[in-house]
């Protein structure tokens, strides 16, 4: 009977456990991309309950643990892209330009098999992002890709919190243009962040006087008892911004729209912060590295609306240069699926060394979401997420073999099945392609404006 | 006296730098060349080491071992590169489109469903910034096609040199666009009975087969007036009409855009009735899944690779095999990226298409030679052969790896200046003078 109880346990729990569990592996005579210390010949790598406790050669496997013999082959850290929104149910709250009070957190659909298809690509984190509608949008949640884990078994466990910023079309277009308010312009946007960081400063300010006077009351039980000063979470998390607790990443595009941000910043002493997109980075490229801000970009994209015009491919390459943690973000569950490559073009583009190439998929994302110490490069104690190739990563006739969180082998090139979906609707029909799933290929949706374009589906306005 | 000259020649090369940045290029060069020493990729006849290949003007005059190379070409030493026909892309919105977010300048979608007689030659905008930062990538042709409606117009087929679409444009006319009605449900929300959905696929096909048979017939009507205008009323010009001579008389193909397995089925019966007609399909997203039968019915095929799996259940390399299952099934492939400014791409997706199952030497052939023959233009392009069009390119690597470098691009001729607004603003930015703040 007992038996019987825990094989039901593990039936109804079994995904969960496996989330929980940190993995143990022998990776042998790889050639090792450490990011940090450099490529690495007949290197293994050993890992034990999810922390990587050893980099050396002829290393023996504990008992117990998995040996992977991968002579010939290529073991880079798990890919990190910094910009997602691969597997969110809700993407845009649209309906104001502040609303820094929602999250990520339960927007989260963990039975995704987009999640699976980015592992496949050697992905091991993405930072799950609230869209781009308004000025200060939603908060982000950082993911490790265990796929068949529940929403908390995605959790990147210690992650500092992040918002998304937008700056520039979006904001304008859905606020401005879509229903009415402020900003409709680059003017307003500036205007709109610092109203709000002002008056979470004046809320604060209130808030502490009520909070003591009210202590005051209720210890003396004399006079009048104060107003109340309700507690307000979106000036609350304001506030978490501008004390550093939240980081920002921003999506923006125009040069001048970033110096208006990071003048803003300066203003309220916010430091470490992220531009996101930022495909006319390079403009300021030497501004971003004397405030020490980092940007997310894609490899490239430009065109595809006026603000991302005057952009160019070398983006990447001049920050890189200058000087600026820069890394290649996907944005789209097509892009995400060979980030390699997208990195493979700032050599192209640029002459980026191989080395920063990877780092701009590796550390770099890592360092901009405040996981660095954890992830992003193969070094002893950092965490045991890894992706295997057949060769190395940025040539396009290389393939990811197997892709490691924690340990844990969540993609295996000789063992995946045709049909690696956890959540299967039982009546739908699936052979008659009714379930033909919205193809993405290039920058045919953007994704950050998901959810938002009902806004501007009835506003008379023209282009 | 000497001070007035030096000053003068200031203003000459300080004035002369300055137009020379106005422009978004350089001039290109044009007349005879001689490339040495690289490893010459014909594509239709094997591959040289150490070759030769010689260009005197517009032509490939010579691909060899060894040839005399007379005092008048200009040489350019390609010891240690590869050279390659120039990339075409099979299907872009190339010069049809700025910013697509922008619709002012969007002229690939014109109002109407049956509009046989709207050229993209017309539209083609031969400055687009689009289109230098595209050909020093190595793709030096495309197809620039219409998108909209049912008939959506004609797609042109352009080499990316020139001032004025009439001397960029290989083809005018290259291929009729068209989609065909799906039989399929939208997606989830689509409610309709299989009944209902049927009835519409069936009434949809049957206008678009009256259409055919309405050109027909006015084909028929022209051609006897023209053979004997005596006696008989002159019919009145339809310009709809007219543009549909050239394609019910299979002068030219007809790209069908169709994806799903049951859309490329019913494409195939459909083709199957239109015995006066030439066919390719594009997109064929599902092609796969169905390759014997687009193998058999023989329709050329216009994919690419980089694309999410179509259905919940799909292996997640399903997109990059494509081409490779669909080459194996007897289907002749060519690469399509389907985009606009990033048409630069098509080469990646080639690779794609090489390492899973198409194999280099036929992912080569699909960037050039089969997209040549199936437009109809294998005696211009798609290969290094003497007498061809001179579309290459050289690189210092295979040019589908992104490591690689684009050295060098000639189309028609013309030794394209390697330089573009991305090119440009990296000149300008990587190392911004730090006195201009």
Excluded at chain 1, 128 to 148: D, F, P
Excluded at chain 1, 359 to 372: H, R
Excluded at chain 2, 337 to 353: H, I, L, M
Excluded at chain 2, 383 to 404: T, V, W, Y
């Amino acid at each position: 009977m007992k038996k019987l109880f825990i094989i039901l346990f593990l039936i109804a729990f079994g995904a969960d456990l496996r989330a929980q569990e940190a993995g143990s592996v022998l990776i042998k005579n790889a050639t090792v991309i450490t990011v940090t210390n450099g490529d690495l010949e007949n290197t293994d790598v050993l890992v034990e309950d999810g922390i990587i406790r050893e980099i050396g050669q002829d290393l023996t496997a504990p008992k117990g643990v998995m040996t992977i013999d991968a002579t010939g082959k290529f073991l880079m850290p798990g890919i990190i892209d910094a910009h997602s929104h691969l597997n969110t149910v809700d993407t845009n709250e649209g309906r104001n330009p502040v609303t820094a009070e929602v999250t990520m957190e339960e927007s989260v659909d963990p039975y995704d098999v987009a999640i699976y298809r980015a592992l496949a690509g050697g992905v091991t984190s993405i930072h799950l992002m609230h869209g781009s509608a308004n000025v200060i949008g939603g908060q982000g949640e950082t993911l490790k890709l265990r796929y068949g884990s529940d929403q908390d078994g995605l959790r990147f466990q210690d992650a500092p919190r992040t918002i998304k910023f937008a700056l520039g079309e979006n904001p304008t277009r859905v606020h401005g243009q879509g229903n009415g308010v402020q900003p409709r312009t680059r003017m307003g946007v500036e205007q709109v962040i610092r109203d709000h960081f002002d008056e979470a400063l004046d809320y604060k300010r209130n808030r502490e006087e009520y909070l003591e006077a009210k202590a005051r009351y209720d210890r003396r039980r004399r006079g009048t008892p104060p107003v109340p000063v309700a507690e307000n979470l979106r000036y609350e998390v304001l506030l978490d911004i501008i004390e550093g607790e939240i980081l920002v990443h921003c999506h923006s595009y125009r040069s001048d729209e970033i110096l208006m941000l990071m003048r803003v910043f300066n203003d309220y002493g916010i430091k470490n912060y992220t531009f996101q997109h930022a495909n006319e980075a390079f403009k300021v490229a030497p501004e971003l590295a004397k405030n020490g801000a980092h940007a997310s970009v894609f490899s490239d994209w430009w065109a595809y609306k006026f603000e991302v015009y005057y952009s160019t491919a070398f983006n990447a390459s001049i920050l890189n240069a200058n000087g600026v943690v820069a890394s290649i973000n996907s944005d789209s569950n097509e892009l995400i699926r060979h980030l390699n490559h997208e990195a493979a073009k700032t050599v192209r583009y640029g002459m980026t060394s191989e080395n920063d190439a990877i780092k701009m998929i590796t550390l770099n994302p890592a360092k901009q979401l405040g996981i660095d110490d954890k992830v992003g490069s193969i070094e002893e104690g950092k965490q045991g997420d890894l992706s295997l190739w057949s060769g190395h990563p940025l040539s396009i006739y290389s393939i990811n073999e197997m892709t490691f969180v924690d340990g844990t082998k969540y993609f295996d090139r000789e063992t995946d099945a045709d049909d690696q979906r956890i959540e299967v609707s039982v009546d739908a029909d699936y052979d008659s392609a009714q379930n033909f799933e919205k193809i993405i290929s290039g920058r045919q949706e953007q994704s950050c404006m998901e959810d938002a374009f009902y806004l501007l589906e009835e506003s008379t306005l023209q282009e | 006296m000497k001070k007035l000259l030096f000053n003068i020649w200031v203003c000459i090369v300080v004035l002369g730098v300055q137009s020379a940045t106005a422009q978004i290029t350089d001039k290109p060069g044009f007349g005879k060349y001689a490339i040495t020493g690289g490893t010459i990729h014909t594509v239709t006849n094997g591959t040289i080491e150490d070759g030769v290949l010689l260009i005197d003007g517009e032509k490939i005059t010579f691909v060899g071992e060894n040839a005399r190379i007379s005092s008048d070409y200009e040489r350019i030493d390609a010891s240690g590169k590869h050279i390659y026909p120039g990339f075409i892309d099979s299907r872009t919105s190339l010069g049809l489109v700025e910013i697509s977010a922008v619709p002012v300048t969007v002229d690939n979608q014109e109002i109407g469903q049956l509009n046989p007689n709207m050229l993209a030659f017309t539209a083609f905008n031969p400055h687009s910034a689009a289109v230098p930062v595209t050909r020093v990538s190595g793709v030096t042709t495309v197809i620039s096609a219409p998108s909209s409606g049912i008939i959506s117009g004609k797609a042109a087929l352009m080499d990316l040199w020139g001032y004025s679409p009439d001397s960029m444009a290989v083809k005018k006319s290259a291929a009729l666009v068209m989609s065909l009605p799906s039989a399929n449900r939208r997606g989830w929300w689509d409610n309709r009975s299989d009944k209902e959905i049927k009835e519409a696929y069936e009434r949809e096909i049957k206008e678009i087969n009256e259409y055919l048979d309405k050109a027909r017939f006015y084909d028929q009507m022209m051609t006897a007036y023209t053979n004997d205008p005596g006696g008989k009323k002159r019919p009145d010009k339809d310009p709809r009409m007219e543009a549909m001579r050239e394609v019910i008389n299979g002068g030219i193909p007809v790209i069908i855009g169709v994806n799903r397995e049951q859309e490329i089925l019913d494409a195939i019966e459909w083709t199957k009735d239109q015995d006066d007609m030439r066919f390719i399909f594009y997109g064929v997203n599902e092609g796969w899944r169905v390759a014997e039968e687009i193998a058999e019915a023989g329709i050329p095929c216009l994919v690419n690779t980089l694309y999410t799996p179509t259905r919940g259940y799909d292996n997640y390399q399903r997109p990059y095999q494509n081409p490779g299952l669909l080459h194996e099934a007897g289907v002749k492939v060519a690469i399509a990226t389907g985009e606009t400014e990033n048409v630069r791409n098509a080469p990646f997706n080639a690779g794609y298409a090489a390492t899973y199952g198409l194999g280099k030497e036929e992912a080569l052939k699909a960037i050039t030679i089969n997209a040549a023959e199936i437009f109809g233009v294998e005696d211009l392009l798609g290969s290094l052969e003497e007498g061809k069009q001179a579309n290459l390119l050289i690189s210092d690597g295979d040019p589908f790896e992104p490591l690689s470098q684009i050295e060098q691009v000639f189309i028609k001729g013309y030794k394209i200046p390697m330089d573009s607004r991305h090119i440009q603003l990296y000149e300008e930015f990587l190392d911004r003078d730090a006195v201009n703040k």
